[in-house]
T-cell receptor, first 111, second 112 residues
Framework: DTEVTQTPKHLVMGMTNKKSLKCEQH?????MYWYKQKAKKPPELMFV???????INESVPSRFSPECPNSSLLNLHLHALQPEDSALYLC??????????FGPGTRLTVL | SQELEQSPQSLIVQEGKNLTINCTSS?????LYWYKQKYGEGLIFLMMLQKGGEEKSHEKITAKLDEKKQQSSLHITASQPSHAGIYLCGADIPGTGNQFYFGTGTSLTVIP
């Protein structure tokens, strides 16, 4: 299985809602990533988990809270988001610092 | 500052034409990745180039790494509508805490 899955595919939420994005891989990768991508821009790294521990946090606002329950799962908890947080959120995994495998993304709209 | 700059920013070509996309790094490259993305979708891995002036091909796409110039180029021969999308280079930049950076992206449109 060389696939990274993400759910939901689309999410619309109000600024007072709490929601979560989910990412799963079964390739035995030990590094997992969250990226944010705005329209016509390259993905921007948000968080990196290495061996289930948060290793990189790119100064992301606290309204985004990552969680890695186990080596196959990565969550991104969302709370009190702003309309400017609307974007495509991509999850990726890799074995070490090599090639990253990307999920299809979650299209988030904050009203 | 942007560690990886791509050129051109966008490209519109007639089907069957050849094209080249460049990716230039502000720092020494020890490895570079090329990805393709359809609008609103995930990234598709194309190829990885490692140090040493490596060149790789996949179907009609060829990529080269020139470590002296700190540059990589992606060349598409006889472009097809299926080649349309956004092309992104990416690299681990040494000295930046092993963070992975993407290039600025090149949007390719192929007109049938």
């Amino acid at each position: 299985d060389t696939e990274v899955t993400q759910t939901p595919k689309h999410l619309v939420m109000g600024m007072t809602n709490k929601k979560s994005l989910k990412c799963e891989q079964h390739m035995g990768h030990r590094a997992m990533y969250w990226y944010k991508q705005k329209a016509k821009k390259p993905p921007e790294l948000m968080f990196v988990y290495s061996y289930e521990k948060l290793s990189i946090n790119e100064s992301v606002p606290s309204r985004f809270s990552p969680e890695c329950p186990n080596s196959s799962l990565l969550n991104l908890h969302l709370h009190a988001l702003q309309p400017e947080d609307s974007a495509l959120y991509l999850c990726a995994s890799s074995q070490g610092w090599g090639r990253q495998f990307f999920g299809p993304g979650t299209r988030l709209t904050v009203l | 500052s942007q560690e990886l700059e791509q050129s051109p920013q966008s490209l519109i070509v007639q089907e069957g034409k050849n094209l080249t996309i460049n990716c230039t790094s502000s720092k020494t490259l020890y490895g570079l990745y090329w990805y393709k993305q359809k609008y609103g979708e995930g990234l598709i891995f194309l190829m990885m180039l490692q140090k040493g002036g490596e060149e790789k091909s996949h179907e009609k796409i060829t990529a080269k790494l020139d470590e002296k110039k700190q540059q990589s180029s992606l060349h598409i021969t006889a472009s097809q509508p299926s080649h349309a999308g956004i092309y992104l280079c990416g690299a681990d930049i040494p000295g930046t805490g092993n963070q992975f950076y993407f290039g600025t992206g090149t949007s390719l449109t192929v007109i049938p």
